[in-house]
């Protein structure tokens, strides 16, 4: 072959090869494996559920190997998917979120029996576990040109349990993945080692592909209080302006229902409740997020002067 001919096919060929990878830096994509159930826009919720969040747990092959003893992976991975949660909830402006993951010690469905022993503050706990998690690297190596992609997968579960009966109400799945590709040609461009920051990214997206479900199933269950104390012609409910309590506001008030015990699942199950009156707010009492509390008239029916814990309050 003419040299010149092969000189001017090799220039080609170089220049066609830096065309095709002009950039050379870390890219990174999110995948969001989408929820099993519809995500569907919910519209504006004024009174705040009161959430306590637990610390995942991590039941990841990776995190529970033996290559991984001794070492802090499986801590990491749980307290990253905790906080992901938590943001993700705070920032939907919808909760007063109480995080018990470092004090509550629950390991399977069949102790939340008990969960009045624990004195959860809460109207609804979240346990939530990683139960898939993955990386794999792959490339492809040119006559010019070489690629390297980086790969993280990650699947978590998350149930809701409702702290009054300590029952699943809700669970989810979801799935995600994060990725991030480097170029080069000639041996010019980025040189990618581990990327560690692609964990957080699929467990972010996998949480991501189910948080909209969450929110919409907590913000539609009937928000709740208790009456603390009645002084007269005055009734004391828990819960006030943090939680979206207004002068104004009428409530009902509830005697709770009989409990009875289910044959087919042998678990106790509340009749539904009667209602007995209807109050309305008429003055807040500031406090934080626990201590709060409101005044309240009553406008219809009556409430007895002592028994309140089988009393509750419900906008529904």
């Not at 979120?97 to 009045?116: G, T, Y």
Request: proline share 3%; hydrophobic share 40%; glycine share 8%.
């Amino acid at each position: 072959m003419n040299p010149k001919l092969l000189l001017l096919f090799l220039g080609l060929l170089i220049l066609g090869g830096c065309a095709s990878f002009q950039k050379q830096e870390v890219q990174s994509t999110l995948a969001i494996t989408p929820a099993s159930s519809p995500q569907v826009v919910d519209e504006v919720i004024s009174l705040k559920r009161k959430v306590a969040i637990a610390r995942f747990t991590n039941e990841t092959r990776m995190a529970n190997s033996f290559l991984n003893e001794g070492s802090d992976t499986q801590e990491k991975m749980s307290k990253a998917a905790t906080d992901i949660l938590s943001a993700k909830l705070a920032m939907s402006k919808r909760f007063i979120l109480i995080e018990r993951q470092d004090d509550l010690a629950i390991e399977n469905e069949q102790k939340i029996s008990n969960i009045e022993s624990y004195k959860i503050p809460a109207d609804y706990l979240i346990l939530g576990s990683i139960s898939e998690f993955g990386r794999n690297t792959s490339g492809n190596v040119g006559l010019v040109d070489r690629t390297k992609k980086q790969t993280a997968y990650a699947k978590v579960t998350m149930r809701i349990i409702d702290t009054r009966s300590g029952m699943v109400i809700y669970g989810e799945e979801g799935a995600g993945e994060a990725s991030s590709e480097v170029g080069t040609v000639l041996g010019m461009g980025s040189r990618a080692g581990y990327d560690d920051s692609l964990t957080d990214k699929a467990i972010d997206a996998a949480i991501s592909s189910v948080i909209q479900n969450l929110i919409n199933k907590l913000s539609h269950d009937p928000w709740r209080s208790y009456v603390l104390s009645k002084e007269g012609a005055d009734v004391y409910i828990a819960g006030g302006a943090l939680q979206g309590v207004k002068p104004g506001d009428v409530f009902k008030v509830y005697q709770r229902g009989k409990q009875v015990v289910n044959p087919q699942t042998n678990l106790p199950v509340e009749l539904p409740g009667t209602q007995i009156a209807t109050i309305k707010i008429n003055t807040l009492v500031p406090g934080t997020e626990l201590t709060e509390l409101s005044k309240a008239s009553i406008i219809q029916g009556s409430i007895p002067d002592d028994g309140f814990e089988n009393i509750y309050v419900s906008d529904k």
